[in-house]
Structure formats: C-alpha cells, structure tokens
C-alpha cells in the first residue's frame, strides 16, 4: 500500500482552516509518506497563505518537491507521488492537483470534476514534455520516457525535468448548491466514474461510510491498484420554517 492521506484543521486569525488532501506513490511510499508529514505543514508556514493562497499553494508544492529531492539525495531510491489537494479557508475552496489522483464535487446533484489527470498523452502536458526534450510513449499505455503513466509528480528524480510538481489550482466558493467534494487515487477512478462516485456517496449521510463504500465499489468492480478516499460532507444552515 503506497497511498497516504491527510487532514488537518486549524484556525489562523480567527479563521477556521480545513485541509484534506491524497498521496498515490509509485516506485515506493517514501515521497507519499513525505507529503503526508511535510506538505501542510509548510503550506500552512507560507508567509502569503491568507493573502494569496493560489501562489502560497503553488510555492509550497514545488519547493516540498525540491525538499523531498534533497533528503533522499543519498539513495538510490526514486519514488514518487501524485498529490490531490483540497484547502478549505472560509467559503473558499481551492483544489490542487499533480498527477492523476482526482477531485470532485456534487454541486447541485451533479459530478463537477475539479482537476484534469496529468496523463502524458494530453496534448498540452505531451506539448510540455517534448519542449523539455522529453518522449512519450505507449508501453501499455502512455508514459514519459516509456517509464511513468503520469505527466507530473513530487519526487522522480530521473524524470525531474519532464515530470514537474507544479499544481493545476480551481477555487470554488461554496455555497448551498455545494453538497460534497470527493478526493480519491485513481484505484477509485479507474473504475467509478465521477457520476458514479457522486450517486454513490448521495445514498450515504455519514462522509466516512460513503467513503468506505467507494472503496468497497472500487474493489468489487476489480480495480487493482491502491484505492483511497475521503470524502467531505458540506453543512449548510438551512433556516426551518414550522
């Protein structure tokens, strides 16, 4: 099992701090596990984390990357891993995406997917790839170098300069018509699709059931890969007219 996850909360200013987020590793569970320990914790350092969370995101992810890079210097592993992020600061939601973990919501009963898989095969992570001098070829199915089925990742030493840890960042408000935001590794996406995934957790009140129940649908319908899942239920305050 190389996935992890992580939730956190805390209160800055007075402002209430959720974060959630996915680490699928590959090659090994050390730069997963390193994510997991460091990633929110130095989101959270970030000098402009309040003021400009979009660039505090994007900052702490690359430098987390080039971090982990360094104290695994004097191995020879090279593993590596996607993140799937979700940062909850007041009624702002901000999903940030490397690799081909994924992020959904049900926004008025409807799968809204708010990151796009970092496969080498699409055209605009291909087109970046093959500037940096890179190849994507079919072995199986695409990777980068024949090796890696995603475009970008943490860690991946040998790949570094083709599969980048720079974030694709959505920022949702939310609101009423906000229901519930899924985060799962692709051993949940291989085989649900999002409309699936959404109708599935509608069925389930408590968010940590409908997780497993994702879990269990993913392995019964014969994933094979590592399946994690966390799913977050939105309160709104409905005002009750007797």
């Known amino acids: 099992m190389e996935d992890f996850f992580d939730i956190k909360s805390s209160k800055i200013d007075d402002k209430q ?10 090659g090994g569970s050390r730069a997963a596990e390193y994510l997991k320990e460091h990633l929110f914790e130095n989101l959270m350092k970030h000098p402009q984390f309040m003021s400009d969370t979009k660039l505090a995101i994007s900052e702490t992810y ?15 592993r090279d593993d590596g891993s996607t993140a799937s992020t979700a940062v909850l600061l007041g009624n702002q939601l901000y999903v940030a995406n490397v690799g081909d973990s994924r992020a959904v919501i049900s ?3 409807k799968a809204i997917a708010l990151s796009d898989d970092h496969k080498p095969n699409r055209s605009d992570e291909r087109k970046r790839i093959e500037s940096a001098g890179g190849i994507v ?35 949702q408000e939310i609101d009423d018509e906000l229901e519930f935001l899924i985060l799962a590794s692709d051993g949940l996406w291989d085989v649900v699709p999002n409309e699936d995934a ?8 408590d968010p940590e059931a409908a997780a497993r129940k994702l879990t269990e649908t993913a392995f019964g319908r014969g994933s094979g890969d590592n399946i994690t899942c966390v799913v977050v239920k939105f ?8």
């Open 107 to 109: 926004k008025s009963g």
């Open 62 to 76: 690359k430098k987390t990357d080039s971090d982990f890079l360094d104290s695994e210097i004097n191995t020879h």
């Open 235 to 242: 309160q709104h305050s409905k005002t009750v007219v007797h």
């Open 17 to 26: 701090i959720n974060l959630f987020g996915i680490f699928d590793g590959h």
């Open 198 to 205: 959404v109708s599935l957790v509608k069925m389930v009140e």
């Open 137 to 171: 070829m079919w072995a199986g199915t695409w990777r980068v170098g024949g090796v890696l089925a995603m475009s970008r990742a943490f860690g991946n030493r040998l790949l570094k300069q083709f599969v980048v840890a720079e974030p694709e960042i959505q920022e």
